[in-house]
């Protein structure tokens, strides 16, 4: 499976963008979809994460009530809807699958999921 970011740019503080993720498979067969997100000289980190079959998406509390993750299986996409973007969330944003439903306790972590996308760069000025 080939997932394929896009979106990003260059917004001001407060401003919103979608990024989009692009799946070169059915997305009805990946269950498990998430965004993560890497600031230069940081480690990649959990953003968000949403799972085909029943539970809620789950958020990294830094974006709660901010951002949006949804996935529309009829164009194998998934999206990320982020409002009220602040300088912090400047970063390479990744999206990233696993065909199985992920347990709670393991959906922030990088190393439970198969495939990611390249990355987009969302640039946030103050």
């Known amino acids: 499976v080939q997932l394929q970011a896009s979106g990003g740019g260059l917004v001001q503080a407060g401003g919103s963008l979608r990024l989009s993720c692009l799946a070169s498979?059915?997305?009805?067969?990946?269950?498990?979809l998430a965004w993560f997100r890497q600031a230069s000289g940081k480690e990649r980190e959990f953003v968000a994460y949403?799972?085909?079959?029943?539970?809620?998406?789950d958020y990294a509390d830094s974006v709660k009530g901010r951002f949006t993750i949804s996935r529309a299986d009829a164009k194998d996409t998934v999206y990320l809807q982020m409002n009220d973007l602040k300088p912090e969330g400047t970063a390479v944003y990744f999206c990233?699958?696993?065909?199985?439903?992920?347990?709670?306790?393991?959906?922030?972590?990088?190393?439970?999921?198969?495939?990611w996308g390249q990355g987009t760069l969302v640039t946030v000025s103050s």
């Open positions: 949403s799972t085909r079959w029943g539970g809620s998406p």
């Open positions: 498979e059915r997305l009805f067969n990946i269950n498990s």
């Open positions: 990233a699958g696993r065909q199985n439903r992920l347990a709670l306790s393991v959906r922030a972590n990088q190393g439970a999921y198969t495939w």
